[in-house]
Every structure is written in structure tokens, then in C-alpha cells.
């Protein structure tokens, strides 16, 4: 099956500081999307985006399809950005979606 | 905005015994999707829906898991029995496959410790 790895996958930063999360998938992919997954558990969806760029006030992301991979940026970085970044892929309409092992981001005060 | 609502929130069985999870996808999607996430992991699909039909149980551990989505709404998940390798969190997801460009959305998750 697909494999997606994301890099790194840990990630400390201070309060203010930007970052770059990366995500690499093994095959095409015909949807890919970046979750948040709060200290609570909960998953949410920040992006759908199969490919091209999209922004959400400090969070934008872009999405290679040719060259299969994609990328969050997150910008001026709030302690309650803390928690892990998933990025997950599905290879054809009615696959599921494969996860990546996540990214775990500390945000410090 | 609509959510996937899940319960209970939290479980806490002894092996052996039998537990069940609900959940109720966004009302229309006709996709639902049982995953299983193992703490410092991402989470793995255990089974998906296509309104009342399963596609995908292959990694579903059928020996002692169950699922079911009998009118195509809410669906529920069954264990029987629980061993401790089953502590994870559940977590069901849904999302409307009719539709181009449709996210999958997620529940809160269901926290399962057997002891």
C-alpha cells in the first residue's frame, strides 16, 4: 500500500517562531489532508488539498502532486498550535485514507 | 457546523469482556469509517461504510470485532472479548464520497482502557 512519512517528527519551537512540517507519499494520491489532533484527542481538519496552495490565516499549505509531496506552514506559532500534525492520503476514490506517523509540535511560552 | 458524534467518550472494561462504541456520522455522508489509533501512532482504518455496505474491512480483526451500519445512518462497533492490546482510542469518521473535494470529518473518539 502507499506509504507517507512525515518529517520531523518532533518539533520544539518558541511562542512567535515559524515552521515547516513535511509530508512524502509513495504513489499518486487523488486527496491528501492535514489534521490537527489536540492534547484532547480530537482530529481537525485543516486542509483538504490535493494539490495547489491554500491559506488559513497562519496556516497555509501546498501540495506537489507531481513530485509527491506536501508541505504545512504554520506562522507566528501559538502555545495552543501544541499538539500533533497529521498529514493523511488516498490513492483512489473509494480507498481510506493512510496516515502518517505525525509530526509532534511543543509550542513554549 | 455538523459533527460526527461519538460515545461514550471514554470506556473502561476488564478483559474478557464484551464493549461497544457508537457513532453518528454528519447527516448525508454516506461514507463512515471506523479507525483505531494506538497511543503515539496514526490512526489505522479498521473498517469503512458505504451507506449500509462494508468496502473495506481487511484490516478489521473479525475473530473479535464487529461492525455494523444496518439503515445506512449510525453505525456501531463491537468488541468481543477485549484483550488489553485493544486500549487505543477509536475514533469514527465520515464523509460524503457523492461529492467532489469531500474532507473526511472526525468525532471526538472513543478512549478505550481494558485492564
Known amino acids: 500500500g502507499i506509504q507517507v512519512e512525515q518529517s520531523p517528527p518532533d518539533l520544539i519551537l518558541q511562542e512567535g517562531a515559524n515552521s515547516t512540517l513535511r509530508c512524502n507519499f509513495s504513489?499518486?494520491?487523488?486527496?491528501l489532508q492535514w489534521f490537527h489532533q489536540n492534547p484532547w484527542g480530537q482530529l481537525i481538519n485543516l486542509f483538504y488539498?490535493?494539490?495547489g496552495t491554500k491559506q488559513n490565516g497562519r496556516l497555509s499549505a501546498t501540495t506537489v502532486a507531481t513530485e509527491r509531496y506536501s508541505l504545512l506552514y504554520i506562522s507566528s506559532s501559538q502555545t495552543t498550535d501544541s499538539g500533533v500534525y497529521f498529514c493523511?492520503?488516498?490513492?483512489?476514490?473509494?480507498?481510506?485514507?493512510?496516515f502518517g506517523a505525525g509530526t509532534r509540535l511543543t509550542v513554549k511560552p | 457546523e455538523a459533527e460526527v458524534a461519538q460515545s461514550p467518550r471514554y470506556k473502561i472494561t476488564e478483559k474478557s469482556q464484551a464493549v461497544a462504541f457508537w457513532c453518528d456520522p454528519i447527516?448525508?455522508?454516506?461514507?463512515l469509517y471506523w479507525y483505531r489509533q494506538i497511543l503515539g501512532q496514526g490512526p489505522e482504518l479498521l473498517v469503512q461504510?458505504?451507506?449500509?455496505?462494508?468496502?473495506?474491512d481487511s484490516q478489521l480483526p473479525k475473530d473479535r470485532f464487529s461492525a455494523e451500519r444496518l439503515k445506512g445512518v449510525d453505525s456501531t462497533l463491537k468488541i468481543q472479548p477485549a484483550e488489553l492490546g485493544d486500549s487505543a482510542m477509536y475514533l469514527c469518521?465520515?464523509?460524503?464520497?457523492?461529492?467532489?473535494?469531500?474532507?473526511?470529518?472526525f468525532g471526538n473518539g472513543t478512549r478505550l482502557t481494558v485492564t
Open positions: 469518521a465520515s464523509s460524503n464520497k457523492n461529492r467532489r473535494n469531500s474532507p473526511l470529518h
Open positions: 504513489d499518486s494520491v487523488n486527496n
Open positions: 488539498i490535493p494539490s
Open positions: 493523511a492520503v488516498e490513492r483512489g476514490n473509494n480507498n481510506d485514507m493512510r
Open positions: 447527516s448525508g455522508h454516506a461514507t
Open positions: 461504510f458505504q451507506d449500509e455496505s462494508v468496502v473495506d
